[in-house]
């Protein structure tokens, strides 16, 4: 009798999901849930499969710091002739002035002018823009897995293309195609991770993305200094041949699979990432009543029409537009002339190095902070010693340009520039991204995610085509002034419009966008 005891309690101690839905794979052990005495979950496989699919934020932050490096050596030298200012190719590195015409490049050689340095770096933003919104639809149709493996595909074509480019033609071709596959892990990426993780560990999975775009801009920065730029692209091809070999091992979304009626390799999705002794069923059951609450796939009309769809449409995207305008990229395109024109006795290359060192220390400790001082207090944070930063700098290139003597305070830039950095690094580098995940429900995420990020890399390509002429019509000064303004107007917007996230369920954080 004891024994007929024993197996009835094993028995309803290892039923299972799909034992419940009469399916197929019910005999399947690792379907099996434990007792609610014996629950546990693991978080091991949840910061594996995030750091896995966060290579493609590793291999879009080699791209956007490539140009840092890279132009400088494949850039036709400006040269005096006949007193005129020209841009000759040349073999030569420096400046010179010679009535002579300089040599010749060798045909293998790159020499390229200022108008295609331009489109080298801005063809990137216009790549990442396009290929954000299809990797919404994409994601919905064959699931975030499939799209982040073909996506990834891009990146390899791109970087061969730049390695062995021979004119601007393949550079142009190589810097748009790896413009798509940034902007396609932009949108899938943080998709991804805000369907696999636990609600204690979301946020500091969602600051992962940052933090190892981060790494791969100090990756450039520092091998950028040591290689020939073909040898530096040859080594950033190894990233996304590294996330494709990942991506093979790592399962599709539970979300996903719910959302396709395919019950049973959901369980074995969190399973997988949740660890063997979780409470899939209960986990199933959350996600599956956020899906009834919503219904079928929503129409791209909805995300204007739903009142919470619409509500977090707009924090996201303005969240975007303050991260770009808070003029960060402009910062990472043109961190050497910077450092330059303020008259900094140290090394450009050691500059760059210098900021991309604290920007991955400082977004590390952001994972860290996250879940405890919670998304809005970061950000305040963050927005307002920019502000004040941005502010000094204007202030700082106002003395300069007007002649004073700014010599005894030439280490001012640098540290306005340091603490720039930590700041965004805190708060409006990774939260954004983290709260893009979190703001909508399952049936517009694919949607809202790619329209997000697309608003994103058009401020991306909007800042970095006129920072240059911003600094050349109004100045250096008025220049930072503006950016101070763009994040003094984030710091009002964030302390009236956006609420804390932290710890919430989507079903908590769509109530109150709905008004609730």
């Known amino acids: 009798m004891d024994s007929d005891k024993v197996v009835g309690a094993m028995a309803r101690w290892w039923q299972t999901v799909s034992q419940e839905d009469n399916d197929g794979m019910s005999h399947n052990p690792m379907l099996y849930d434990p007792l609610d005495g014996v629950v546990k979950t693991s978080k091991t496989r949840q910061y594996i499969a995030a750091l896995i699919i966060c290579l493609g934020a590793v291999a879009a932050g ?50 390229l002018t200022v108008a295609q340095q331009t489109w080298v770096s801005s063809l990137l933003a216009i790549g990442a823009f396009l290929g954000a919104l299809p990797t919404g639809y994409i994601a919905d149709a064959i699931g975030r897995r499939y799209t982040a493996m073909a996506m990834d595909v ?49 946020g ?39 996330l494709l070999l990942g991506m093979v091992m790592l399962p599709e979304t539970p979300v996903y699979l719910l959302k396709k009626g395919r019950r049973a390799e959901a369980a074995l999705s969190l399973k997988w990432l949740w660890g063997r002794y979780c409470d899939s069923r209960s986990a199933i059951q959350v996600i599956q009543n956020d899906l009834d609450q919503t219904g079928a796939d929503a129409s791209f009309l909805d995300l204007f029409t739903n009142r919470g769809a619409r509500n977090g449409l707009i924090i996201s995207i303005l969240l975007m537009f303050f991260q770009q305008f808070s003029g960060i990229n402009a910062v990472i395109f043109y961190t050497e002339s910077i450092f330059k024109s303020a008259g900094s006795s140290l090394d450009a290359s050691i500059c760059s190095i210098i900021v991309g060192v604290v920007q991955v220390i400082m977004t590390l400790t952001s994972s860290l902070l996250i879940e405890r001082a919670g998304r809005k207090m970061l950000l305040l944070f963050s927005s307002t010693v920019m502000t004040i930063c941005l502010a000094i700098l204007g202030a700082y290139f106002d003395m300069k340009d007007s002649g004073k003597d700014v010599s005894h305070i030439g280490w001012l830039p640098l540290l306005c520039m340091v603490l720039f950095i930590i700041t965004f690094s805190v708060g409006y580098g990774p939260i954004p991204w983290l709260m893009m995940g979190e703001l909508f429900m399952p049936d517009v995420r694919a949607t809202a995610v790619a329209l997000t990020v697309m608003a994103n890399w058009l401020c991306v390509f909007v800042v970095t085509k006129c920072f240059g002429i911003m600094i050349t019509e109004w100045g250096s000064d008025i220049t930072f002034w503006f950016f101070a ?24 954080i769509q109530t109150w966008l709905s008004g609730h």
């Not at 030298?77 to 300089?102: D, F, K």
């Open 154 to 202: 891009p990146f390899i074509l791109a970087w061969l293309s730049i390695s062995f480019a021979k004119s601007a033609g393949w550079l142009y071709f190589g810097r748009f195609l790896i413009g798509i596959s940034t902007g396609s892990f932009c949108v899938v990426a943080p998709m991804y991770i805000s369907e696999i993780a636990e609600t204690s560990i979301r």
């Open 204 to 242: 500091t999975l969602g600051t992962l993305f940052q933090l190892l775009l981060t790494m791969g801009i100090l990756f450039i920065y520092v091998v950028g200094s040591m290689v020939s730029w073909t040898t530096l692209s040859i080594l950033c091809l190894f990233v996304p041949i590294a």
């Open 485 to 508: 303004g763009c994040m003094a107007l984030a710091t009002v917007y964030v302390a009236v419009a956006v609420v804390e996230t932290k710890g919430r369920s989507s079903s908590q």
């Open 62 to 111: 080699t791209a956007l710091a490539w140009t840092s490096p890279v132009l400088p050596q494949i850039s036709a030298p400006v040269v005096q002739y006949n007193n005129s200012t020209i841009v000759t190719p040349s073999n030569s590195t420096g400046n010179e002035t010679s009535p002579i015409s300089p040599p010749l490049p060798h045909d293998d050689q790159l020499q």
